[in-house]
């Protein structure tokens, strides 16, 4: 069992940047693949970022790459997602998920992950 709690969330003007954070409780956060979805109003939620349990591995949607950087501290239980240079289409909730079956799996399927309870990003132009 994971629990998962992000921070970070908030208003900022195009062009600005952001930085989410999760933080994970469990003894066994290092085993599992970590990552970001969003969703927007009247829109499905959407991958944006993935991270294998090593670190080793990252993973992200076409509409981020090159602005946005994942990061996780396993020491912490904590991952990150920096998002610079953040444009009006990046407004969405921003969910943190956790998932045992590798980093891959987030550009497969929306489910079997434990998820946190989201955090608004706003990004007005």
């Known amino acids: 069992q994971v629990q998962l709690v992000e921070s970070g969330g908030g208003l900022v003007q195009a062009g600005g940047s952001l930085r989410l954070s999760c933080a994970a409780s469990?003894?066994?956060?290092?085993?599992?693949?970590m990552g970001w979805f969003r969703q927007a109003p009247g829109k499905e939620r959407e991958f944006v970022a993935a991270?294998?349990?090593?670190?080793?591995?990252?993973h992200y949607a076409d509409s981020v790459k090159g602005r946005f950087t994942i990061s996780r501290d396993n020491a912490k239980n904590t991952v990150s997602l920096q998002m610079n240079s953040l444009k009006p289409e990046d407004t969405a909730v921003y969910y943190c998920?956790?998932?045992?079956?590798?980093?891959?799996?987030?550009?497969?399927?929306?489910?079997?992950?434990?998820w946190g309870q989201g955090t608004q990003v706003t990004v007005s132009s």
């Open positions: 998920a956790a998932t045992k079956y590798g980093s891959s799996w987030f550009l497969r399927s929306l489910y079997d992950y434990y």
């Open positions: 469990g003894r066994t956060f290092s085993s599992y693949a």
């Open positions: 991270i294998s349990w090593s670190g080793g591995s990252m």
